[in-house]
């Protein structure tokens, strides 16, 4: 089979980015989803705060992800549910993509382009390399939520919550809400990993503690969990000893960070990014590997989906503009700027601008790696300082973004360097 | 007699860090707030806090077998608990369509629980 675009997970990154691409006149085009639904993580996201910046109201998950269903059934758009896709690779210009599913097959797409839309994935237990046997009673958040959530079943009575991810503040609440007692939630950081918003009415609400700098340093029981004990932690991340006590419950969740699932995209060898496990991109978020975009959690986690959506457009837009052209975009372009992240800024997305294929303005994401109070971000053309943006308080869990402008790039001569940091003087 | 109370806003992703100051229970001052929207939150904080609640009610014949539902506004923060337990009661038949109404009026707050998945 050929097709102009296929785009790889039809969650809320695949949505938008082919929608943006069929209303920028790609027609050819497939995407493929794993699960036996479109919409991705959002459907079973049941809680409100959604599309605040894409639809100008608070949305839920599914209602979220049903206002791009709908648009990509208007378009038309072809997707194939409960299908895999198990490799990528490139052969010259062309990409080949071998998916999988119960009524085809194996199947090989060969694809002019390919976005990346493959979402993230839970630090597992496994990944946590936390002591004591293996008993029933251990989720991921994300893993607690769906069985809440879709399949109508209630993993616990008495719960205690690692990690102060949204999910794991999000499932404090909906855990209390069908009946069960949230003992605690514990952050080995010294500071949450969620939006202030979510401790205040997912934790707060409810009189449920946080306890900061604290982590599970046992967990009791053979066949079911029984208990867990806690420590506090010094500034090393270390228990610190004599502080250990012990809480009696039937379950943890897991709520300890999220990681980009990108076994494809290494498949291809696309170059990656070692701090956001995510592609590297460039302005049109394309990847090392000519004609392969990525947007949405798989590029870099993010908090919030009105961005994602944002995002994904300008990959669905970028990769329509790639194949409306008979020579690779990557060809021309000579002139790279590469954004520097230093000082506390821990990562750019894109990392890489090429002023011929910039748009008047471009949105530059990024993510700090503490908790600054009356600070600025500062943004250097070169050693020229061309941004300086006032910012009360910055913290690690929230992502935080500047705009640059091609005409304030343009207008320094042999830029090659952009550097975004924290001003804390 | 001034105090002073401090809340984080909890209508956008913000999270502003809202401080009002009140003057024997009266309140004198907002401060902290981006917008419009936090003073307004604080205000009802301080005499009707309210939220949205999302939950879940159970659906025969269907694809799943629960559906998600919200109140389609804000109800009192006091009534939330005997909403979830309204809700327990609920069973729908297959299919649900986002919007439909689940519970009207629903604890005499006059807001609907209305559906917010479709289920086929």
Redesign the interface.
């Known amino acids: 089979m050929d097709k102009d675009l296929v785009i790889i997970g039809g969650g809320p990154a695949g949505l938008a980015a082919a929608v943006a691409a069929k209303e920028a006149g790609v027609n050819d085009l497939l995407i493929l989803e794993r699960d036996?639904k479109l919409g991705g993580i959002l459907?079973q996201c049941?809680?409100?705060?959604f599309g605040?910046h894409t639809f100008k109201e608070?949305?839920?998950g599914?209602?979220y992800a049903?206002r791009f269903i709908v648009r990509a059934k208007e378009l038309e758009i072809p997707y194939k549910l409960e299908t895999m896709v198990v490799d990528i690779s490139a052969d010259g210009d062309a990409k080949i993509v071998t998916y999988m599913n119960r009524e085809e097959g194996l199947v090989v797409v060969r694809a002019k382009a390919v976005i990346l839309c493959m979402g993230c994935r839970e630090r597992s237990r496994g990944a946590l390399n936390i002591p004591g046997y293996r008993p029933a009673g251990i989720y991921t958040a994300g893993t607690a939520q769906r069985y809440?959530?879709?399949?109508?079943r209630m993993p616990g009575k008495e719960v205690v919550i690692l990690g102060s991810g949204d999910i794991g503040l999000i499932m404090a609440r909906r855990m209390t809400?069908?009946g069960a007692k949230v003992k605690l939630v514990a952050e080995l950081m010294p500071y949450s990993g969620g939006?202030?918003?979510n401790?205040?009415?997912c934790l707060?609400?409810f009189d449920i503690p946080l306890l900061l700098s604290h982590t599970v340093v046992d967990i009791k029981g053979k066949e079911r969990v029984e208990a867990v004990v806690i420590a506090e932690v010094d500034e090393k991340s270390k228990p610190i000893p004599g502080t250990e006590q012990e809480i009696k419950c039937d379950t943890l969740l897991l709520s300890c960070g999220l990681i980009p699932e990108n076994e494809l995209s290494n498949a291809l060898g696309v170059e990656m990014n070692r701090v956001t496990n995510g592609p590297l991109v460039n302005e049109s978020l394309e990847t090392s590997v000519p004609g392969v975009f990525a947007c949405g959690n798989v590029l870099h986690v993010h908090?919030?989906v009105d961005y994602v959506s944002e995002e994904a457009t300008q990959a669905g837009k970028k990769a329509a503009e790639y194949l409306g052209k008979s020579e690779a975009v990557n060809a021309g372009g000579d002139k790279k700027i590469v954004i520097k992240a230093v000082d506390g800024v821990r990562y750019t997305v894109p990392s890489i601008i090429r002023l011929d294929h910039m748009e008047d303005r471009q949105v530059v994401r990024f993510r700090v790696g503490a908790v600054y109070k009356k600070v600025a971000i500062q943004v250097l053309a070169g050693d020229k300082e061309i941004m300086n943006l006032k910012k009360q308080a910055l913290a690690p869990g929230?992502m935080e973004q500047v705009i640059l402008r091609k005409s304030v790039l343009e207008s320094i001569p042999d830029l090659s360097e952009v550097t975004v940091r924290v001003k804390t003087d | 007699m001034t105090e002073t109370k401090e809340f984080t806003c909890i209508r956008c992703p913000l999270g502003c860090q809202v401080v009002a100051t009140l003057e024997d229970g009266k309140i004198v001052s907002i401060t902290g707030n981006t917008c419009p929207r936090g003073a307004e939150y604080v205000t009802n904080e301080l005499t009707d806090p309210r939220r949205i609640v999302t939950s879940l009610v159970k659906v025969t014949g269907g694809s799943q077998p629960v559906a998600s539902v919200k109140t389609a506004s804000d109800i009192p923060k006091g009534k939330i608990f005997e909403c979830l337990d309204a809700l327990k009661s609920v069973e729908l038949t297959a299919p649900v369509r986002i919007g439909d109404v689940v519970i009207p009026d629903v604890c005499g707050t006059g807001i609907d629980v209305i559906a917010t998945s479709n289920i086929q």
């Open positions: 036996n459907n049941i809680h409100n705060g605040l608070e949305l839920t599914p209602e049903a809440v959530n879709i399949e109508g809400f069908e939006l202030k918003r401790i205040a009415q707060n609400d908090d919030l929230e």
